[in-house]
């Protein structure tokens, strides 16, 4: 007999269960999340633990699920220096890199920002050929000023030589000390959603490492062997060395865990969930108990990409939020952002449908 610890960080709370092999969860807590992050999953572990006493040894498989990554990318903190190459001139030259990031988040990450030759055609004919010494004198001028690279050529998706290339090239010179991500193994075909996917990917790759080492330190604190993993967008899981080159596939695996939970649970295969958490309620559908994947690119701390998200749909009301009535108009959370535009009519029917709260009156049943 061997045992699971599921551990969900949350914005509010942080949540752990202890499960069988036979997935029968035999203990469960919720526990305040910590500014930290650890001291919240250390004590979720501890909870669980000593709810149901088993052998620490018998403690086989450890799951985290986090929106670490997401808060990062939304607050602007703790972000990674980054260089950003692009293989496409002189064809791409047009729409400049980071053309449609939001300002405060460009300031961030633009210092190193660079258009080589390069690139393909979408028949598989090259635009250019790369031009190892104009690569090699960018890569030069990022030397020990970054900490995390991003290379997107022009159809790499179906062609990515000229990507695996330029990142030989910056193995020789950075070594080790530099994360590098080519845009081929994030996003899809479009090249400025992909390329925003890739730049965000390096941007997290520091706070992925962080994350990484808080999770391997707490359970080694807890005297605890057991195997690590994250929880990713798609419903599975990776290892932790995984989610240090692709932490941007972490993004969005909270409402994913809660739709997978949820098809665990009740041994509904096909179904929509909605998880009401302490800031947000979030829907999704529930597809062979796995959460179905969006069709359309998605919006991440205001930049658009294209790789692979849940068909999650996010509402800003949750268990938290107060609801206020003045003068005919709504306003929620503790801030009185009042919602009042018809742009904004559909956003205050989602919330209808998700709290059953009359919008006619002034006062809420809540």
Not at 5 to 34: C, F, P, Y
Not at 62 to 75: K, Y
Not at 210 to 224: C, D, I, N, Q, R
């Amino acid at each position: 007999m061997y045992y699971k610890i599921g551990v969900d960080v949350g914005g509010t709370n942080t949540d752990a269960v202890l499960v069988s092999q036979d997935n029968e969860i035999l203990a469960k807590t919720k526990q305040t999340t910590t500014l930290d992050i650890s001291t919240g999953i250390e004590n979720a572990i501890k909870t669980v633990l000593y709810k149901k006493a088993v052998p620490k040894d018998k403690i086989k498989y450890i799951m985290l699920g986090t929106t670490h990554c997401t808060n990062a990318l939304v607050e602007r903190k703790e972000l990674n220096k980054i260089g950003v190459l692009r293989l496409g001139l002189p064809a791409s030259g047009g729409i400049p890199t980071m053309t449609d990031f939001p300002e405060d988040l460009k300031q961030v990450l633009a210092k190193h920002v660079y258009l080589v030759h390069g690139g393909y055609e979408f028949d598989g004919r090259p635009i250019s050929p790369l031009i190892k010494k104009e690569v090699v004198s960018c890569l030069q001028k990022m030397k020990g000023e970054i900490e995390s690279l991003a290379i997107t050529g022009i159809f790499s998706k179906t062609l990515p030589d000229q990507e695996l290339q330029v990142a030989q090239w910056a193995q020789e010179i950075f070594g080790d000390t530099v994360r590098i991500t080519c845009s081929h193994q994030i996003g899809g075909l479009g090249l400025l959603e992909r390329e925003n996917a890739a730049i965000l990917n390096a941007s997290l790759q520091g706070v992925a490492k962080k994350m990484v080492h808080a999770f391997k330190e707490t359970v080694s604190k807890l005297g605890l062997n057991a195997q690590l993993f994250i929880g990713q967008n798609d419903g599975t899981l990776m290892s932790l060395d995984h989610v240090q080159d692709y932490p941007v596939l972490t993004i969005s695996s909270g409402p994913t865990n809660s739709i997978r939970g949820a098809g665990a649970l009740s041994k509904i295969k096909n179904g929509i969930v909605i998880d009401v958490g302490g800031t947000t309620s979030d829907g999704g559908v529930l597809v062979n108990y796995f959460p179905r994947e969006s069709t359309q690119a998605a919006q991440i701390g205001g930049v658009l990409t294209n790789f692979r998200m849940p068909d999650v749909v996010a509402v800003g009301i949750g268990g938290g939020t107060i609801i206020r009535f003045s003068n005919g108009q709504c306003s929620l959370g503790p801030i009185l952002s009042v919602i009042n535009s018809k742009k904004k009519q559909s956003h205050l029917e989602a919330i209808y449908l998700l709290y059953p709260i009359s919008f006619g009156r002034r006062k809420a049943k809540h």
